[in-house]
């Protein structure tokens, strides 16, 4: 009898260890409320298994207080989740009310949403209602269909063979490239091919202002989503808006970002995105697509008047192309290029120091440099860059004092 007993509850918290399993907390996952939705999963399985014991039981205590730390990281997780959505901005707000204005977020959101809009007795927007408004049971079911979608659109057989394709496509151009000398391949770089690419969040992506992000170490590669993936025929407008992203973010794996581990000022954002934008373009135009480049109009610009300084751009762009991808000798070469045709010393270096300046003096009282302030202070040192390079190119002293906090004497 005692014996039986004892094997029970070895039965028991073999289960516990299965649940883990079944339902790991940390994961890699980049989805809005990933956690929380996890969390209710495991919290509505060890309730299913609480149902079966008697309430005097040892285990039973084990359950409860398992039971009762998974509610509190839940909620925990959720607050953080309205949070986050109490900081979306007006702007990003478009975005929010387009995804969530689709037919299948009506039918799994939009009675609950009606019922709140009754009680508020006036129109509420998501945004207002998941981070004021929705209750936790709400908010986390709201949660669940997006997790639900993301999935959907992270699995769509469709979306994996175009993606595909996709790769394939710009390995052969690569190799085209390296074979012409315009990228250099250097030792350790990641095939393409090896990186997986994974359809994004909006949370995560259109409302951090990225277009996609590459998780080098594990070798994931996520891209932005469109607004929905719904009934087929929206399928062609979203992969459209994919490919040129998602070439975008392999162009950012093979030049490998190995030169960020340096003291370089190639390894400056705006002229990393140029070059990976540049490089897009003239990858998409060698496989038949013609896109005159969807991002970074400021960070091309630029780089094209720092190169087109000389009578041969094509020169400037191989140069670059091949310090971003290859060793200290090609970007040693890149930088001494752009000082003789400017005739000056550190053009990069003084070139990315006046756009930090920039920032700094655009960013004023809002204290924080958003994408706005970025692209702005991009463009006047530009316009100076055209108008009076002087004011660029200084001397490295007078540099220096222009700096914030720099010693007033
Ligand atoms: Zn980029």
Do not use: C
Request: without cysteine; glycine residues 4%.
């Amino acid at each position: 009898m005692e014996e039986r007993v004892e094997s029970e509850k070895l039965a028991r918290y073999r289960r516990l260890d299965e649940l883990e399993e079944m339902y790991p907390l940390y994961t890699s996952e980049q989805t809005l409320g990933h956690e929380a939705v996890l969390l209710a999963q495991k919290q509505a399985a060890i309730l299913g298994e609480m149902s079966m014991l008697s309430e005097d039981d040892d285990s039973y205590n084990l359950y409860n207080v398992l039971e009762k730390s998974l509610r509190n990281d839940s909620i925990f997780e959720l607050a953080d989740t309205r949070n986050q959505i109490r900081s979306i901005n007006d702007y990003n707000e478009q975005y929010l009310e387009r995804y969530m204005n689709s037919e299948s977020a009506e039918s799994h959101m939009g009675t609950i949403m009606r019922i709140a809009e009754q009680k508020a007795g006036r129109d509420l927007s998501w945004k207002e209602w998941l981070a004021e408004y929705a209750s936790e049971a709400e908010l986390l079911s709201f949660l669940q269909y997006h997790n639900h979608i993301i999935e959907q659109q992270q699995t769509d057989p469709d979306a994996y063979e175009h993606i595909s394709e996709e790769k394939r496509m710009f390995m052969s151009a690569v190799e085209q490239l390296r074979a012409a000398g315009t990228l250099v391949k250097i030792e350790g770089s990641i095939p393409a091919d090896e990186v997986e690419l994974i359809v994004g969040d909006i949370f995560n992506m259109i409302m951090q202002e990225r277009t996609g992000f590459y998780n080098i170490g594990v070798d994931e590669m996520y891209i932005q989503q469109g607004y929905e993936m719904g009934p087929r025929g929206r399928m062609k407008e979203y992969l459209h808006n994919v490919r040129h992203i998602a070439v975008h973010e392999l162009v950012h794996a093979v030049l490998g970002e190995s030169f960020k581990q340096f003291d370089t000022p190639i390894a400056a954002r705006w002229i990393n995105e140029a070059v990976t934008e540049a490089l897009t373009i003239r990858i998409d135009e060698l496989n038949g697509f013609k896109d005159t480049g969807l991002t970074y109009h400021a960070e091309r610009n630029l780089l094209e008047l720092l190169l087109s300084k000389s009578t041969n751009v094509d020169l400037g762009m191989k140069l670059a192309y091949r310090a971003f991808s290859g060793t200290l000798d090609d970007r040693e070469a890149f930088l001494a290029y752009l000082d003789i045709v400017w005739d000056s010393s550190d053009v990069l270096e003084k070139v990315n120091q006046a756009i930090g300046l920039e920032e700094v003096r655009l960013a004023g009282s809002v204290r924080k440099v958003n994408s706005v302030i970025r692209v702005a202070a991009i463009n006047v040192v530009h316009a100076n860059l055209v108008t009076d390079p002087s004011k660029i190119l200084l001397d490295y002293e007078d540099m220096i004092a222009l700096l914030p906090g720099a010693a007033k004497e």
